[in-house]
């Protein structure tokens, strides 16, 4: 068969006003309306830590208990005191988790700061791997929860938490964590020890929103996550960590 | 033919047994585990929905300026401006839902400015801290400072 260049534009011409005809149906038709639903398929949580912000007052401690019932003496998130003498290991506190800030006054001849603790929500996280019943896993949108009802309680993952930052519920036998506020951030809100937090040193982030001020923050400042060697991949990211932080 | 039958039946029988089991196995185990098990990993999504339905304490700091702007402009100009409410007057998510049923109590100033502004070595050298002991003689912080817009 022949297709002389007549014919060839003419086919060409045709088939181009189907296809845009077919697409303006789809985009009537076929797109779905903009929904105010939660997808988390657009998020990827995390968290940003200003050492040099925090003044250990304890109001995320406070701010997460209440949130979340946590049960006394259980801390999803607390706030660590470090003491660095030369020449000498450092010495940690944290009194009741700094649920009450720091009664006891710091020494002022050595080098000393506060570091708030709580789940890195890692991308790779060793929790996840060791659960044999699936009851602890990493959500679509990057943050490390837990199955409540499908939990036995086996505690593998409160020893392969390299942060430390698991433990058995006494009431219930099964274990808890942060969930990075999963209940809250889901609606638009952020956790509670951010809003909380009163000069800012927390901030929750989200990766894969591309207005996030993450993005701006992490191009001007030199950020590090805690036991890097784990290659956990965690995603609580701190500004001017202490080599000696643990 | 039955000679087959009867020369291989010790091991018809195993198979017979296997085949069942196996069949119980797969009828219980469609039984226990939920459909959409898998669906996004090793896990049930049912698990996400489970955890979101969680009330909230806190109302966040949007809830509380839609009643309180006229707080919120004083603190807006003020050293205070980056402390959201909730961080001095506690969790008022039932507040913000039924404002005349939960009414907030004022906060014990005594421990609350302290914890934040007594002075310590640990604290970032930049942040406002006094010794409370020689500054205020055992006087409220709020005798003199207004907590909102806390310049004197």
């Not at chain 1, 700061?113 to 929790?127: G, I, R, Y």
């Not at chain 2, 469609?30 to 459909?35: G, I, L």
């Not at chain 2, 005349?100 to 050298?125: F, G, I, M, T, Y």
């Not at chain 2, 942040?127 to 500054?135: D, I, K, L, M, S």
């Amino acid at each position: 068969m022949d297709i002389s260049r007549r014919d060839l534009f003419h086919i060409g011409g045709k088939l181009l006003v189907l296809a845009s005809v077919g697409a303006t149906l789809d985009q009537i038709t076929g797109a779905a309306p903009p929904s105010e639903a939660y997808r988390m398929a657009d998020h990827w949580w995390g968290m940003l830590i200003d050492i040099d912000k925090c003044i250990g007052c304890g109001n995320c401690v406070r701010a997460c208990s209440k949130e979340n019932n946590v049960p006394e003496g259980y801390f999803r998130t607390w706030v660590e005191r470090y003491q660095i003498q030369e020449g000498a290991q450092p010495q940690v506190d944290s009194p009741n988790g700094a649920m009450e800030g720091f009664p006891l006054p710091t020494r002022a001849d050595v080098k000393s700061f506060f570091v708030p603790k709580l789940c890195n929500h890692c991308a790779d996280s060793p929790c996840t791997q060791v659960c044999p019943v699936g009851a602890t896993f990493i959500s679509p949108d990057g943050v490390v929860l837990i199955d409540q009802t499908y939990c036995l309680g086996c505690r593998y993952c409160v020893q392969a938490c390299p942060y430390g930052c698991r433990y058995l519920h006494p009431k219930t036998d099964t274990v808890d964590k942060c969930t990075l506020c999963y209940h809250r951030i889901t609606q638009g809100l952020t956790t509670a020890c951010c809003e909380n937090c009163p000069t800012g040193a927390r901030q929750l982030v989200d990766f894969k929103d591309p207005k996030d001020p993450v993005h701006e923050f992490l191009r001007h400042n030199k950020v590090q996550v805690l036991k890097p060697y784990m290659a956990t991949q965690a995603k609580i990211y701190y500004k001017d960590l202490d080599g000696a932080v643990r | 033919m039955r000679r087959i039958l009867r020369e291989w039946a010790h091991l018809i029988r195993p198979a017979l047994v296997l085949v069942a089991g196996l069949a119980l196995f797969l009828v219980l185990r469609a039984a226990v585990v939920p459909k959409d098990f898998g669906k996004y990993g090793h896990y049930r999504p049912g698990a996400l929905d489970m955890i979101r339905q969680k009330p909230i304490a806190f109302a966040g700091q949007g809830a509380c300026i839609m009643c309180h702007d006229d707080e919120a402009k004083t603190r807006a100009s003020g050293k205070h401006a980056g402390v959201h409410c909730e961080a001095c007057h506690g969790a008022l998510a039932d507040h913000a839902s039924d404002p005349s049923a939960h009414l907030p109590q004022l906060p014990d100033v005594a421990n609350l400015c302290r914890r934040c502004h007594e002075k310590d070595a640990a604290k970032p050298a930049n942040f406002p801290q006094v010794v409370t002991a020689e500054h205020s003689g055992g006087a409220l912080c709020n005798t003199c400072h207004q907590p909102h817009n806390p310049h004197l």
